[in-house]
């Protein structure tokens, strides 16, 4: 299933005659009339989405940038758009959010973001989204761009070079404003990007500087501060994106994408409990804040050689290397207490993951010769990941280096039958993973305990397939099974170990947490009305759950089943320029926490997103454009021992208007327009006995932009 999120529309699927893009490396191809027709880079093929049986989503570069004012960042875009994804912390660490209930794969130009052997949840904060051209959302577990993608793929598509000779130039300016106009609470921003193409040589080059100020939620109170995992709020943030090409004479285009992406608290605020009992969530007041203020860096480099036409098929080789640091807040933590350096009790530290990808892809497809109705794709993948995590302010080890490596040949197949009338598309990957890690003692909480390192490793095949029907114009079925892996959090396990005499070897399971994704679907496209809906249901036998324990979370593998249920409408009506849609998402999911052999106990709110409705209106009259759009997060109980873990919901509205002038686009956006008062989902479902992180969300916000393109 494809859908396109189109200017602003949201879950609106699309025919091929509608779709556009700016991106110049293979986005677009040209079907038999002439006509655009998107490829969906992560899906790892040249052809179109609709021969694939996948639902995907693309958010264009119109509407993410209009949601980006709205929300403020990348992440916080797509969770509004897409039902399906669960809300997020507003806060810099996207633990605990998901797409159908797992994790899912960030990634630039389908370059991985994550990092699975110490996931740090930062992830979602690696590049401007003025950098960014298009959103690519491959909904479910699959394997297409290796580890991590359980809960589905977003591939961030950067902006493309300009397709004309000559110098181009975008700018923005823009200034937040909370509700009561409070300057402590005001943020600005500012960029620039600037193209030049002179024949076959392109480049392009721009920078980013925003400063984020104080939030206040619906009631006017400042909202507290997570000092441990790092905040959004009382931020500065700078990013730098360069992209350099060349066109070769044979049609072929080498390019190389350079990103660097930094983000810092200020530390001027420090937490001020709230009470769970009395519904007053935690503050904020100005303080000095000990250590290091958390912040994420991150720096990518890739290359690629595309070529449309060797030997008749497309050939794509990319490598790339990235590095990533995420300094988190500390505190005087019983875990980080060691009498040898302090006897008193009352050390203070911080942890910070230091991470360092090299990894190449390589993939050629073609049509068989003699059989042209069979395209097959195949390819190699390889992946050299770095991870530690250290205690800086007294240069301790709690993660010691691991070393992780996957290497996966790939291929796949498309079929199409009966003049297209139906296609078969399937496919196998072998992953052969191993991890490298060295002696290492424990924190003195877990005991000072040595630990002999070791290389545990597994390999596995990867299936997928499915069949997609379009028995008239307009009416697209299909129906898919698809597998996914990642690893558990290899770093949380390494570091709890408190027996003696462990060998990694004997002791640390790296048994894959391998999830599938079975789906049906269905769509309609045709005239004003488009309309599409989504079972899916998908198991692990060993999955991977953060569990708290001791204020503390710690990985556990238990059994996981989810099931879900996702709808879309979309509708232009007679009334010019006015369009209406909406979606509709609903989930399940159970383990089995306490090993009886039932999958009967509700996922909680750290593993589990809430039933949601979104509705929204978009107009445009010639230069005018607006939109209104409504989050209902609906209602949830868990089945667990105590109420004090159900949700109760609430209703965002949000507002857009832009104008058009001859120098540039005027944007009004008001994210929580009718200033709600409201509890976050993880802060209502997740360590609600602990009255620091009772964090309210963000009350309404309004941002003023001016976006001028020459």
Not at 49 to 67: G, K, N, Y
Not at 339 to 357: E, H, M, V
């Amino acid at each position: 299933m494809y859908r396109y999120l189109a200017g602003a529309l949201a879950l609106a699927p699309l025919s091929p005659a509608f779709a556009q893009t700016t991106d110049p490396a293979r986005a677009t191809s040209s079907d038999t009339d002439g006509e655009d027709t998107i490829v969906v880079t992560a899906a790892r093929t040249q052809l179109p989405a609709s021969a694939l049986p996948l639902t995907v989503d693309i958010i264009d570069r119109e509407a993410l940038e209009r949601q980006v004012l709205v929300s403020g960042s990348t992440v916080d875009a797509v969770s509004a758009l897409l039902p399906s994804f669960s809300p997020t912390r507003e806060k810099l660490s996207g633990s605990g959010e998901s797409l159908r209930g797992r994790a899912p794969l960030y990634a630039i130009n389908s370059i991985p973001q994550s990092t699975p052997v110490r996931d740090g949840s930062r992830d979602g904060y690696t590049i401007d989204p003025f950098f960014i051209d298009r959103v690519e959302v491959i909904y479910g577990s699959n394997a297409l761009q290796g580890i991590g993608a359980t809960g589905g793929v977003v591939n961030q598509i950067t902006v493309g070079a300009p397709r004309k000779d000559g110098i181009s130039f975008r700018t923005l300016s823009q200034v937040t404003l909370p509700d009561g106009f409070d300057g402590e609470g005001i943020g600005a921003k500012t960029g620039a990007f600037v193209g030049y193409r002179a024949g076959p040589l392109d480049a392009s080059f721009g920078a980013t500087l925003e400063k984020r100020g104080a939030f206040f939620d619906g009631s006017g109170n400042r909202i507290g501060v997570d000092g441990t995992q790092g905040e959004i709020q009382d931020s500065d943030s700078w990013s730098v994106f360069g992209r350099l090409g060349y066109d070769l004479a044979n049609g072929a285009r080498f390019e190389v994408v350079a990103n660097r992406f930094e983000l810092e608290g200020n530390a001027n605020y420090v937490s001020v409990s709230g009470d769970r009992s009395a519904n007053l969530p935690s503050t904020s007041e100005r303080g000095e804040t000990p250590g290091a203020p958390p912040s994420n860096t991150a720096e990518l480099v890739s290359a690629s050689l595309t070529d449309p036409d060797l030997a008749g098929g497309t050939f794509v080789l990319q490598g790339f290397y990235s590095r990533t640091s995420d300094v988190f807040g500390g505190g005087v933590f019983g875990t980080f207490q060691d009498p040898a350096i302090d006897p008193s009790g009352t050390l203070f530290d911080q942890s910070a993951n230091r991470s360092r990808k090299l990894g190449a892809k390589v993939s050629y497809e073609r049509a068989l010769p003699g059989f042209e109705d069979l395209v097959l794709t195949a390819g190699f993948d390889a992946l050299f990941d770095r991870t530690a995590q250290s205690l800086v302010q007294t240069d301790r080890v709690w993660v010691p280096q691991s070393d992780f490596r996957s290497l996966a040949p790939f291929l796949q197949g498309n079929l199409a039958l009966a003049d297209g009338l139906v296609r078969l598309a399937g496919g196998l990957r072998y992953e052969n993973v191993e991890l490298n890690v060295g002696d290492f003692t424990t924190l003195a909480s877990y005991g000072s305990v040595d630990v002999e390192g070791g290389s545990p490793s597994f390999d596995d095949v990867l299936l997928n397939g499915g069949v997609i029907i379009e028995p008239v114009d307009g009416l697209r079925a299909y129906g898919s099974y698809a597998e996914g892996f990642t690893i558990a959090d290899v770093g949380r396990i390494l570091r709890g170990i408190t027996q003696p005499g462990v060998d990694v070897d004997a002791f640390l399971s790296l048994e894959p947490v391998v999830s599938n994704n079975r789906e049906l679907g269905l769509e309609w496209d045709e005239g004003a009305l488009k309309a599409s809906a989504s079972y899916f249901w998908s198991s692990s036998d060993f999955g991977s759950l953060l569990v708290l324990r001791n204020d503390v979370f710690e990985v556990e593998r238990q059994p996981i089943e989810i099931e879900g249920f996702e709808a879309s409408l979309a509708w232009q009506t007679p009334i010019s320029g006015l369009s209406l849609s909406g979606g509709y998402a609903t989930l399940e999911g159970q383990t089995d926490a306490d090993a009886d052999g039932l999958v009967d106990e509700d996922l909680d709110g750290a593993n589990m997103s809430p039933h949601r409705v979104s509705l929204a209106a978009d107009y445009t009259s010639g230069r005018f454009s607006a939109r209104a759009q409504a989050r209902m997060y609906l209602e949830r109980e868990f089945n667990d021992a105590s109420t004090a873990t159900d949700f109760e919901g609430y209703t965002l509205l949000d507002a857009f208007v832009s104008y058009r002038a001859d120098f540039g686009e005027i944007s009004l956006a008001a994210q929580n327009l009718t200033d709600e008062f409201y509890v976050t989902y993880d802060s209502d479902t997740v360590r609600v006995t602990d009255n620091s992180r009772f964090y309210s969300g963000r009350g309404r916000t309004l941002t003023l932009s001016l976006r001028s393109e020459f």
